[in-house]
């Protein structure tokens, strides 16, 4: 397990070396939220693409270092376009993001979220009752039988939702990240707890999809948990910088903030924040 210091300089690293690096994280992700993911990509120093039919799937992920998956507003050629892709990132051997958002919803849906338990994500992101359900889905140990997901809203504390992210994480050796009023991030061995944010976040639409589509650029570069880690701290730290602002009066001007903020950033600043650091239970 990761001494704390020891994730502070690997959060630092990951920051640096995206800054420098510029690297390329494909998205197929929500439309609804297609703008603010790819905006949040660049702000943070990444390159963003965004594709949604099978080949392009396939030929975007052989071309990026890491891809982001994100399961909201399911189109019904995603049936072919999700599996093909899944199946190229799993042969390649390349790291990839999943959001599970609306899981329950809808037989195309699920049915792609259960065959991806054979071609597993390297992170998955979600909130409580998301992760909760794609454990459940999986036959994974949670000590919670149903997960309270309420269209892509959550009725389920990050807390309960500890023992379905740990399991997740090292079925699919890599990290899970649970979001919520206090975040947890977790590779199996340990679990990282990190406050900040802001009041504004859950009044945009994007804020959970762009936070997945920075960890797959984040994983071009880190491990897993340091990629979901360091896109969390970075998330919390430019949420709470962005809702101080004084040019900040609402959920509009938050959400040009907020970019602002991530771009401006320092890597000293954000791996300085402050973390809790525990041991996963066996």
């Not at 693409?49 to 909201?72: C, K, L, Q, R």
């Amino acid at each position: 397990m990761l001494k704390k210091d020891e994730i502070r300089r690997a959060v630092r690293q990951a920051i640096d070396d995206v800054r420098r690096t510029n690297p390329m994280a494909p998205s197929i992700t929500n439309t609804v939220t297609i703008n603010l993911v790819a905006n949040v990509q660049l702000a943070i120093g990444g390159s963003a693409a965004m594709v949604y039919m099978p080949d392009e799937g396939e030929a975007i992920s052989a071309a990026g270092g890491a891809t982001y998956i994100n399961m909201g507003t399911i189109l019904s050629i995603y049936t072919e376009t999700l599996a093909r892709t899944a199946r190229a990132l799993h042969k390649m051997k390349k790291p990839w993001v999943l959001d599970p958002v609306g899981i329950g919803l809808g037989s195309i849906r699920m049915n792609a979220l259960k065959d991806f338990k054979d071609f597993p994500p390297s992170i998955v992101r979600g909130n409580a009752s998301e992760i909760i359900a794609l454990a459940n889905l999986w036959g994974l140990e949670t000590n919670v039988d149903d997960a309270g997901v309420r269209g892509v809203d959550s009725t389920d504390t990050v807390e309960s939702a500890r023992r379905a992210a740990v399991s997740l994480a090292r079925f699919i050796g890599g990290a899970v990240a649970v979001s919520g009023a206090t975040d947890l991030v977790t590779d199996g061995a340990a679990v990282v707890t990190v406050s900040g944010g802001s009041k504004f976040m859950p009044m945009i639409t994007g804020a959970g999809c762009s936070l997945g589509g920075a960890m797959a650029i984040y994983a071009c570069c880190a491990t897993p948990f340091i990629a979901a880690l360091t896109s969390t701290m970075m998330f919390d730290f430019a949420g709470r910088a962005a809702e101080d602002s004084d040019a900040t009066h609402g959920p509009g001007s938050f959400q040009v903030n907020f970019l602002d903020e991530l771009y401006r950033a320092g890597a000293a600043e954000v791996a300085d924040m402050n973390i809790s650091v525990e041991e996963a239970e066996r």
